[in-house]
């Protein structure tokens, strides 16, 4: 089995789906000769041809908007967001145009739009953020955050074969730190299943993306420390959300410390709190709490970014800190 | 490229079609049958009819707001406007959305519009280069106001059509109002045309009150599109004689201005020119009329039969779970996609400022343009007047 790093694993998808089925098209910023600028579609020109594979102007809500209009003949285009922070250049031919396709007028919308995102490279501002809630929040819309390279391959497949409109996140940080076996063949992992990446009974950590590291470090610790059995568990979809899973770990747990890179306020955690309280309130034996970043802009320098982003430090005292009820 | 008899009367049944359908909405609207606004064409039909009436089967549109004219033409009829707007359980979205936002991938190829305008460009600019990818030579066509081509994504748009070469025609519907504003605070231009220069790209200019001269332009621009030297801008002078829609009565518009376009009326102008050259009779005029009026009243009787659609239909079809087949339809094999060595290549070719067809720019306005070349022209030197004259009230 060949080993690959994350970003290679995303890559290695998208040319699986590309050679699997003439419809999947690339379309973005600098993909084509200079092959991303994270070299995701490294050597797409040369092997798929322009006609497939893109170079736009620096004009997102072109990229978004052509692709609109390829995936309503029955084509499956990726596009591809140099950072995703751009993403909001295209905002409203996401929420507006894609996301209400389907439910005003019946037009599908199969399509991918794909980039980097997250923090913890010192990227500043406007190249690490993590915009996945606002699409949450958006109906209509798929959002996927993988954490691994096996799921990054497996994910972007998926998404790739999905009938409707698909934003992937890619971890920065994780694009070439992340270095594990990734099998060759043709295996999918399916939107909105959740995964358990260690069990345990005491209490559960809920993340997604560079932050299933953190929690498994912090799970690590706290087990030789304090002999806390914490189970992990990785979102890897955010919309749709894996419900039953968090809800089956919790009845195990009763406890439930929700992690994630992105700011406080309108965060995954409290979507996750309220479905708590909706569907398991009896369960819980301690507060529901949240590890988060900073109510912020992503700082530049290392010690202000350091000290804006989760970490281990920051996961164990809050999971001992609700251990204690 | 010449119209047949039959084919002006064609774009005659159209264009008071389009008014009388508009007129019924209005009396609707004013019954409370109609949920929401009211959006009138009127004295923009020709620019309507004439654009979509140039396309084949095969070719996209995507309407604006003032282009039920074009929505009819592509083939939906007057129930489903009726049902759309009176928010009707049979209308073409069955109630989820409104007005002229509706479409059919399949059968009648039109893409619905969204409010915030300007996005379709690059939409249509992609079914063009999807087709075109498929080995389709289909063309795409859209509008835009005077006002929506302020928005970013027009330019995002066009310009990216532009590199692309995408079959795509659009046709700059310059009404001179966005709402209140006049189109002297849209843009510095005379001619919105003009923008088309900034993209490399042909902008030509129709008087858009002249229903075959809309036709003839749009013609020679979907065939130019068709050959491979697309996009093409067309500038439509005409004049928006409503409100933005009915709750506005338009207050700030210069009496002057709208006495002057209504003596240019496109229907009115048209029936002149159909008599003068005996293109039709007065029984074939009448004919047509009887037929409109019927065809009408049973689209108000189908709408007005049709229930409201049922509440908990506003919970369903966010997604597409396997209700769609989506499957991409090739007029070639899909598999010998022959391997680029380098998008060098793609500056080799003639630039699309030198295509042969529509010539450079001037040459190709005196070529293009059919009936007067400048009708807004005249205007403007009154509007300045008209402007003088307000700041010296002040």
Same mark, same amino acid.
């Given at each position: 089995?060949?080993?690959?790093?994350?970003?290679?694993?995303?890559?290695?998808?998208?040319?699986?789906?590309?050679?699997?089925?003439?419809?999947?098209?690339?379309?973005?910023?600098?993909?084509?000769?200079?092959?991303?600028?994270?070299?995701?579609?490294?050597?797409?020109?040369?092997?798929?041809?322009?006609?497939?594979?893109?170079?736009?102007?620096?004009?997102?809500?072109?990229?978004?908007?052509?692709?609109?209009?390829?995936?309503?003949?029955?084509?499956?285009?990726?596009?591809?967001?140099?950072?995703?922070?751009?993403?909001?250049?295209?905002?409203?031919?996401?929420?507006?145009?894609?996301?209400?396709?389907?439910?005003?007028?019946?037009?599908?919308?199969?399509?991918?739009?794909?980039?980097?995102?997250?923090?913890?490279?010192?990227?500043?501002?406007?190249?690490?953020?993590?915009?996945?809630?606002?699409?949450?929040?958006?109906?209509?819309?798929?959002?996927?955050?993988?954490?691994?390279?096996?799921?990054?391959?497996?994910?972007?497949?998926?998404?790739?074969?999905?009938?409707?409109?698909?934003?992937?996140?890619?971890?920065?940080?994780?694009?070439?730190?992340?270095?594990?076996?990734?099998?060759?063949?043709?295996?999918?992992?399916?939107?909105?299943?959740?995964?358990?990446?260690?069990?345990?009974?005491?209490?559960?950590?809920?993340?997604?993306?560079?932050?299933?590291?953190?929690?498994?470090?912090?799970?690590?610790?706290?087990?030789?420390?304090?002999?806390?059995?914490?189970?992990?568990?990785?979102?890897?979809?955010?919309?749709?959300?894996?419900?039953?899973?968090?809800?089956?770990?919790?009845?195990?747990?009763?406890?439930?410390?929700?992690?994630?890179?992105?700011?406080?306020?309108?965060?995954?955690?409290?979507?996750?709190?309220?479905?708590?309280?909706?569907?398991?309130?009896?369960?819980?034996?301690?507060?529901?709490?949240?590890?988060?970043?900073?109510?912020?802009?992503?700082?530049?320098?290392?010690?202000?970014?350091?000290?804006?982003?989760?970490?281990?430090?920051?996961?164990?005292?809050?999971?001992?800190?609700?251990?204690?009820? | 490229?010449?119209?047949?008899?039959?084919?002006?009367?064609?774009?005659?049944?159209?264009?008071?079609?389009?008014?009388?359908?508009?007129?019924?909405?209005?009396?609707?609207?004013?019954?409370?049958?109609?949920?929401?606004?009211?959006?009138?064409?009127?004295?923009?039909?020709?620019?309507?009819?004439?654009?979509?009436?140039?396309?084949?089967?095969?070719?996209?549109?995507?309407?604006?707001?003032?282009?039920?004219?074009?929505?009819?033409?592509?083939?939906?009829?007057?129930?489903?406007?009726?049902?759309?707007?009176?928010?009707?359980?049979?209308?073409?979205?069955?109630?989820?959305?409104?007005?002229?936002?509706?479409?059919?991938?399949?059968?009648?190829?039109?893409?619905?519009?969204?409010?915030?305008?300007?996005?379709?460009?690059?939409?249509?600019?992609?079914?063009?280069?999807?087709?075109?990818?498929?080995?389709?030579?289909?063309?795409?066509?859209?509008?835009?106001?005077?006002?929506?081509?302020?928005?970013?994504?027009?330019?995002?748009?066009?310009?990216?059509?532009?590199?692309?070469?995408?079959?795509?025609?659009?046709?700059?519907?310059?009404?001179?109002?966005?709402?209140?504003?006049?189109?002297?605070? &849209? =843009?510095?231009?005379?001619?919105?045309?003009?923008?088309?220069?900034?993209?490399?790209?042909? @902008? +030509?200019?129709? $008087? #858009?009150?002249?229903?075959?001269?809309?036709?003839?332009?749009?013609?020679?621009?979907?065939?130019?599109?068709?050959?491979?030297?697309?996009?093409?801008?067309?500038?439509?002078?005409?004049?928006?004689?409503?409100?933005?829609?009915?709750?506005?009565?338009?207050?700030?518009?210069?009496?002057?201005?709208?006495?002057?376009?209504?003596?240019?009326?496109?229907?009115?102008?048209?029936?002149?020119?159909?008599?003068?050259?005996?293109?039709?009779?007065?029984?074939?005029?009448?004919?047509?009329?009887?037929?409109?009026?019927?065809?009408?009243?049973?689209? &108000? =009787?189908?709408?007005?039969?049709?229930?409201?659609?049922?509440?908990?239909?506003?919970?369903? @079809? +966010?997604?597409? $779970? #396997?209700?769609?087949?989506?499957?991409?339809?090739?007029?070639?094999?899909?598999?010998?996609?022959?391997?680029?060595?380098?998008?060098?290549?793609?500056?080799?070719?003639?630039?699309?400022?030198?295509?042969?067809?529509?010539?450079?720019?001037?040459?190709?306005?005196?070529?293009?343009?059919?009936?007067?070349?400048?009708?807004?022209?005249?205007?403007?030197?009154?509007?300045?007047?008209?402007?003088?004259?307000?700041?010296?009230?002040?």
């Amino acid at each position: 089995m060949p080993v690959m790093t994350y970003v290679q694993a995303v890559g290695r998808g998208l040319w699986e789906e590309m050679e699997r089925d003439p419809a999947v098209l690339m379309i973005g910023e600098d993909i084509g000769v200079y092959g991303g600028a994270f070299k995701v579609t490294d050597g797409f020109l040369a092997h798929f041809g322009r006609e497939r594979v893109i170079d736009t102007p620096i004009s997102e809500s072109a990229i978004v908007g052509a692709a609109v209009g390829m995936s309503y003949l029955g084509l499956r285009p990726v596009c591809e967001l140099q950072f995703i922070d751009f993403i909001a250049c295209c905002f409203n031919q996401i929420t507006n145009f894609v996301a209400k396709s389907h439910y005003r007028w019946g037009a599908p919308v199969p399509m991918v739009i794909r980039g980097p995102a997250g923090g913890g490279v010192h990227g500043g501002p406007f190249h690490s953020q993590n915009p996945e809630m606002y699409f949450v929040h958006t109906p209509g819309l798929k959002v996927v955050c993988p954490s691994s390279a096996y799921d990054a391959k497996g994910l972007i497949k998926a998404a790739v074969r999905d009938n409707n409109p698909v934003l992937f996140f890619e971890h920065k940080f994780l694009y070439r730190r992340v270095k594990e076996e990734v099998p060759e063949d043709d295996y999918i992992v399916p939107l909105g299943q959740a995964a358990v990446r260690r069990e345990g009974r005491d209490l559960t950590l809920v993340t997604y993306a560079a932050m299933v590291q953190v929690c498994l470090d912090a799970a690590e610790q706290l087990e030789k420390e304090d002999g806390l059995a914490c189970e992990v568990i990785d979102l890897r979809t955010l919309l749709p959300l894996d419900k039953e899973t968090i809800l089956s770990s919790l009845r195990k747990t009763n406890k439930l410390l929700v992690v994630h890179e992105d700011t406080r306020t309108g965060g995954i955690a409290g979507e996750i709190a309220a479905m708590v309280m909706e569907e398991a309130f009896d369960q819980l034996d301690g507060p529901l709490m949240r590890v988060t970043s900073l109510d912020t802009p992503v700082p530049y320098s290392p010690p202000l970014e350091e000290y804006f982003l989760p970490n281990a430090a920051k996961v164990v005292k809050a999971a001992r800190d609700l251990a204690r009820y | 490229m010449a119209l047949s008899r039959q084919q002006h009367l064609e774009l005659y049944y159209w264009m008071q079609l389009n008014r009388k359908l508009e007129d019924l909405l209005t009396v609707m609207f004013r019954q409370n049958k109609v949920v929401g606004g009211v959006y009138s064409s009127l004295g923009q039909e020709a620019t309507s009819v004439g654009t979509a009436y140039a396309l084949e089967k095969r070719d996209w549109i995507a309407p604006m707001i003032r282009n039920l004219g074009a929505v009819l033409v592509k083939g939906y009829r007057p129930r489903d406007i009726l049902m759309q707007y009176t928010a009707k359980s049979g209308s073409p979205t069955g109630g989820k959305d409104g007005t002229a936002h509706f479409g059919d991938l399949h059968e009648k190829r039109m893409v619905s519009p969204i409010s915030m305008l300007g996005d379709l460009i690059p939409v249509m600019a992609g079914i063009g280069l999807g087709a075109r990818y498929l080995g389709r030579n289909e063309v795409a066509l859209t509008w835009i106001g005077d006002g929506g081509s302020s928005t970013g994504v027009f330019h995002e748009g066009l310009n990216f059509a532009a590199v692309q070469r995408a079959p795509l025609v659009l046709v700059l519907e310059n009404n001179q109002w966005a709402y209140s504003t006049p189109n002297y605070l &849209q =843009a510095r231009l005379i001619d919105f045309a003009d923008r088309a220069k900034a993209y490399g790209i042909p @902008g +030509v200019i129709v $008087d #858009g009150n002249d229903v075959v001269a809309v036709y003839e332009t749009t013609k020679q621009a979907v065939e130019q599109c068709r050959r491979g030297d697309g996009p093409v801008l067309i500038e439509s002078k005409t004049f928006r004689r409503k409100g933005h829609a009915q709750h506005d009565p338009a207050a700030y518009v210069p009496k002057w201005m709208l006495k002057e376009w209504e003596a240019k009326d496109p229907i009115l102008r048209y029936e002149k020119y159909l008599t003068a050259k005996k293109l039709w009779t007065e029984k074939e005029k009448n004919d047509i009329l009887a037929r409109i009026d019927r065809e009408l009243k049973e689209g &108000q =009787a189908e709408a007005e039969a049709s229930p409201l659609p049922p509440a908990e239909r506003a919970a369903e @079809g +966010v997604y597409c $779970d #396997g209700c769609h087949e989506i499957r991409a339809e090739w007029k070639r094999s899909p598999k010998p996609v022959k391997p680029g060595k380098n998008t060098a290549q793609w500056f080799e070719g003639k630039s699309p400022a030198l295509a042969p067809s529509l010539g450079a720019s001037q040459e190709r306005k005196e070529k293009a343009v059919v009936g007067p070349s400048n009708p807004g022209h005249g205007k403007n030197a009154k509007l300045k007047k008209h402007k003088k004259q307000r700041k010296q009230r002040k």
